[in-house]
C-alpha cells in the first residue's frame, strides 16, 4: 500500500455516454457559476486537524479539573503551616462585692498567647495528600483530553463518511435512472416486458429512500460533532482521510499502556491514601500547645513596695486515652482506603488492556479487508457490473441480473468507505490508549 488512508473512492462513471449532450452542457454551465465561489468555500473547510484545535481549545472538562489540581495545590501548601496563634486577654479575680482594680492582691489583666503544634506528621502528610490529590487531577485532565481528542476523531470521522456515501449514491443514482431509461425504451420497442420496468423504477426509488436515510444519520453525525467544536461543525468537511501511520507492535502499546493518565491518577490516588493513613496513625500520639501569658496587677503591698506582676508558661498535650473506637477506627478506614484504590488501579489496568488488544485486533482485521477490496473486490464488481449491463443490452442476460450488479457496486463502495473509516475510528481509539502523536 502506497499509503495508510486513501482519500478518494472509485465511482462509476461510465454510463455517462448514455447521458443527453444538455445534461453536461448545463452541468458545466453550474460548475462555472459557482466556481468563483469556490475558493472561499474552501477556505471553510473543516478538517479534522480543524476539529481538533476547536474541541480542545477551552475544553470546559479539562478546564475544570485543572483549576480543582490548582485549588488542591493551594491547600498543600496551607498544610503545612501551623495553625494561627491564639490571643487571650482577661481581667482575673475582680472584686465583685467591694474594692477595685488595687483592692485585692490576686487581680490580675492578663495578656496571653496560645500556639499549639500539630502532631508530630499530621502537616507533612496532610501536605502529601493534597499535592498527590492535585497529581490527581493534572492526570484526569490529561485523560479528559485524550478522551475528547479519541472522541471528536470518531465524530469527525462518522460525519465524513455519510457526506461520502450520500456522494457516492448521488453519483451513482444516474446509473439507475439510465436504467429506468433503458428498459423504457426497450420495453416501447417490445423487447422487455412491465416487469422489467417496475423493477428498475423500484430499485431508483429504492435509492432515493436511501438518501433519505443518509441525509438523516449526516445530521445526526453533525450533531454529534458539534457538541465538542459547536456550530464550527457545520463547516464543510474536508474530501480527505488523515494520512495516520500504522500503530506501533502491539508490545509497544502495552508498554505505553502503563503510562496512561488515568493509570497515573489512580496511582496519585493510591499515594494520597497513603498519606492518609499516616494522618489516621498520627491521630493516636499527642499534639500539644505553649501557652504564654503576662499578668499586671496594681496597688502595692503593705510595706509599700509595688506589687509583682505574673508570668505564666504552660505547656498542653492531648491524652489520646480513647483509641479503640476513634483513633484505631480512623486507621483501620484509612487502610480500607488504600486497598480500595489499590484494587481499582488494578482493575483499571485490566480493562485498558483488554480494550486495547481487542482494538488492535479490530485495526488490523479492517487493514487485512481493506486491502482485499483495494486488491480484488472493486475492480470485480465494476467489471460484474458493466459485464451485466452489456449482456442486459444485448439481450443475452435477464434485468435482475443488471441491476443485482449495479446494487451490488453500490454497496461495495459503500462497504469499502465504511471499512476506511472505522479503520480511522479504530486507530483514534489506538492513540488515546497508547498516547500516540498524530
Request: charged residues 25%; neutral net charge; hydrophobic residues 40%.
Amino acid at each position: 500500500m502506497t499509503s495508510y488512508f486513501r482519500g478518494e473512492f472509485p465511482h462509476v462513471s461510465r454510463f455517462r455516454r448514455v447521458r443527453c449532450g444538455a445534461l453536461y452542457i448545463a452541468l458545466v454551465a453550474t460548475s462555472l457559476v459557482f466556481a468563483t465561489g469556490a475558493s472561499a468555500e474552501q477556505a471553510a473547510i473543516l478538517t479534522l486537524a480543524d476539529a481538533e484545535q476547536l474541541a480542545l481549545h477551552n475544553e470546559p472538562g479539562q478546564t475544570a479539573l485543572l483549576s480543582r489540581a490548582s485549588a488542591l495545590r493551594e491547600q498543600a501548601v496551607a498544610a503545612r503551616q501551623l495553625p494561627d496563634p491564639k490571643l487571650r486577654v482577661a481581667l482575673a479575680n475582680f472584686p465583685i462585692e467591694s474594692g477595685g482594680f488595687s483592692t485585692e492582691g490576686m487581680t490580675q489583666a492578663q495578656l496571653g498567647l496560645r500556639q499549639s503544634f500539630p502532631r508530630s506528621k499530621t502537616r507533612a502528610a496532610g501536605s502529601r495528600r493534597f499535592q498527590a490529590l492535585a497529581l490527581e487531577m493534572s492526570e484526569s485532565a490529561d485523560a479528559r483530553r485524550r478522551d475528547v481528542l479519541a472522541a471528536v476523531r470518531k465524530s469527525w470521522l462518522e460525519a465524513y463518511y455519510w457526506t461520502q456515501a450520500r456522494k457516492i449514491v448521488a453519483e451513482l443514482r444516474p446509473l439507475f435512472s439510465d436504467l429506468v431509461t433503458i428498459t423504457e425504451s426497450l420495453y416501447s420497442v417490445g423487447r422487455k416486458d412491465q416487469q422489467d420496468l417496475l423493477r428498475a423504477e423500484l430499485e431508483l426509488s429504492r435509492v432515493d429512500d436511501r438518501l433519505i436515510g443518509i441525509d438523516q444519520h449526516r445530521a445526526m453525525a453533525r450533531a454529534s460533532l458539534n457538541q465538542w467544536i459547536g456550530s464550527q461543525g457545520e463547516r464543510p468537511l474536508g474530501e480527505q482521510l488523515p494520512d495516520w501511520q500504522p500503530p506501533p507492535p502491539i508490545g509497544q502499546l502495552h508498554a505505553a499502556l502503563v503510562q496512561h493518565p488515568s493509570i497515573n491518577a489512580v496511582q496519585a490516588q493510591i499515594a494520597a491514601t497513603r498519606a492518609g493513613v499516616t494522618v489516621a496513625e498520627q491521630s493516636a500520639k499527642p499534639g500539644w500547645a505553649l501557652d504564654v501569658a503576662y499578668a499586671y496587677r496594681d496597688g502595692s503591698l503593705p510595706a509599700g513596695t509595688p506589687r509583682s506582676d505574673f508570668v505564666t508558661v504552660a505547656v498542653t498535650v492531648d491524652l489520646p486515652y480513647f483509641r479503640k473506637n476513634r483513633h484505631d477506627r480512623k486507621v483501620a478506614a484509612a487502610l480500607k482506603e488504600q486497598h480500595a484504590a489499590d484494587a481499582t488501579q488494578e482493575a483499571l489496568l485490566r480493562r485498558l488492556t483488554s480494550q486495547l488488544e481487542r482494538e488492535y485486533v479490530h485495526w488490523r482485521e479492517l487493514t487485512r479487508r481493506i486491502e482485499l477490496y483495494e486488491r480484488v473486490i472493486l475492480a470485480k464488481t465494476r467489471e460484474q457490473s458493466a459485464a451485466a449491463l452489456a449482456a442486459y443490452q444485448s439481450e443475452s442476460a435477464d434485468f435482475a441480473d443488471v441491476m443485482q450488479g449495479s446494487i451490488d457496486e453500490l454497496n461495495t463502495q459503500l462497504d469499502y468507505l465504511r471499512l476506511q473509516v472505522d479503520r480511522g475510528q479504530s486507530h483514534a481509539v489506538l492513540a488515546e490508549l497508547g498516547g500516540l502523536l498524530q
